[in-house]
């Protein structure tokens, strides 16, 4: 995967695409250190949204992402969430560039106003967030599992009725499912 598709996660490790020492020295590309944010500020991936992540390792990038290097009070983690709630409402934000693409205005980026509590704060702030998150993804996968499920007892059921196999009333055989 490449960068622009890694903004989408929460945490980026490693791109499908590489570069050498060697290209970095010869062009614009730079490198973001570990805990950098990463946000794309120009490109049609906006119409979706500002995309943001964290790096979890180096990671360069071009003239079209925007590097975020927080300082060591702030966790990366914590100013991540807290952009992403910024970002909620990008109309401010973006506006058009050449060609019709979108863009980042960036003196609104830089001048986003943002509650930063100790680190302690923070620290908590994001393990409960993270907790929620993790538990309406262990939910939305049991309910992905019952749709499933109730999709294949209607198909069950429909050929049941359509080949005569149903003795009794359909009330009787969802019930009868159901226990």
Wanted: net charge positive; hydrophobic share 45%.
């Amino acid at each position: 995967m490449g960068v622009r598709k890694g903004l989408k996660k929460d945490r980026l490790g490693d791109a499908a695409l590489h570069i050498s020492s060697k290209a970095v020295e010869d062009s614009a590309t730079r490198i973001a250190p570990t805990g950098s944010l990463l946000v794309l500020v120009r490109g049609m991936g906006l119409a979706n949204g500002i995309a943001i992540t964290e790096l979890i390792s180096s990671c360069a990038f071009n003239q079209d992402i925007k590097g975020i290097h927080p300082n060591p009070e702030i966790s990366p983690r914590f100013l991540l969430l807290s952009l992403r709630s910024a970002f909620a409402r990008p109309n401010k934000l973006l506006s058009n560039a050449a060609h019709g693409t979108l863009k980042v205005d960036m003196d609104g980026l830089r001048n986003i106003k943002l509650f930063i509590p100790s680190r302690a704060v923070q620290e908590k702030v994001v393990a409960h967030i993270d907790a929620q998150s993790i538990e309406t993804q262990r939910l939305a996968s049991i309910y992905r599992k019952k749709l499933e499920a109730l999709e294949l007892f209607k198909k069950s059921l429909l050929h049941k009725a359509l080949s005569g196999e149903l003795t009794a009333p359909p009330s009787q055989a969802i019930k009868e499912a159901a226990e």
